[in-house]
């Protein structure tokens, strides 16, 4: 299934997108795509989709804005330096083990909203990276293999970050990974079971129609399904958490000279499979 949420933002309803030009409204069915939904596992509308599509009713797209897939999660958890050429291209070393930091939930945004620079900001940054998302509450998974079981899907995420926040304010990620629609995710979820090979899926971002990043997920220190198990170890993970798990090559920060995103850019993106994003930059609030 392709799980969406569309509609204003704060007014999103649930719907499955079923072809690029119909969905299914499950607004009825489904108060939301949140931990309650995700909990109680989100096969269970797989036969209400099809009934409907074989019913005839579905609804045509009408521009309508599309939300992030997912309801504001418990927790957004990311993978740092997880493609090895990116490590390189950033001066720093492989990880013997994943590099875990955290971002706001409040960061979470549609896949076409706009990106904020925020005030003070003199180095924003794009990352195009594979979100997963959690499925059930899982803690000390005994092995890889569980972790399939406990994951819902898939999505593109920009993992947009502001390095002097990041590198220069007490080596703290988390203080460059938080700002205001520094998450935008979608357009869809899709479930696994759309998915052939999680670890062969293209990437690329574009920055005002110049290709930045190239890159595929089979070049990943860690793959989606140990990160799963091994963060399992370490805390609970609730249903309908998101997991950034990393960027390919081509970051703003690695270029000599560097580049940073500034008001008036465009940035495009997307994962083969899992459908692409479009953001414009926008300049720093000027009130609270």
Known sequence: M??????PAGAEKPVAKVSETEYVDLSDVVADFDEAFFGAGADRIAPVVAERVAAGRTTPFAGERIGAPIARPHQILCIGLNYRDHAAETGQAVPDEPILFTKSPNTLVGPDDDVRIPRGSTKTD???ELGVVIGRRTSYLGSVEEARAAI???VVVNDVSERSFQLER????SKGKSAETFNPA???LV????VDDVLGLDMWLDVNGERRQTGNTRT???DPYFIVHHLSQFMVLEPGDLINTGTPPGV???FDPQIWLRPGDVVELGIQGLGSQRQQVVGPRTTA
């Open 252 to 254: 703003g920060m690695g």
């Open 191 to 194: 479930t696994p079971d759309e």
């Open 220 to 222: 990943m220190v860690f």
């Open 152 to 154: 819902a899907g898939f």
């Open 186 to 188: 979608g357009p869809w």
């Open 126 to 128: 794009w990352e195009v």
């Open 2 to 7: 392709y799980l969406m949420r569309i509609g």
């Open 170 to 173: 007490g080596g703290q990620w």
